[in-house]
């Protein structure tokens, strides 16, 4: 994961997340996420839309 942007590195992290534990909370992971990663709001965003896209090929 070296050198990977940290938006990429935060969807793979919250994805690896929801396959351990699908019932885990959205936005506590995407809050997580941003602080682990040091994410922008606007990335955070990103990530929100990423689960949203997420959840509908389900």
């Known amino acids: 994961m070296a050198g990977e942007a940290p938006i990429k590195q935060a969807v793979k992290w919250i994805d690896d997340q929801l396959t351990e534990n699908p019932s885990v909370d959205r ?3 995407v809050d997580e996420a941003s602080r682990r990663f040091d994410l922008s ?13 997420r959840a509908r090929k389900k």
Do not use: Q, T
């Open 41 to 53: 709001p606007l990335d955070a965003d990103f990530l929100f839309r990423h689960l949203a896209e």
């Open 27 to 29: 936005v506590k992971l």
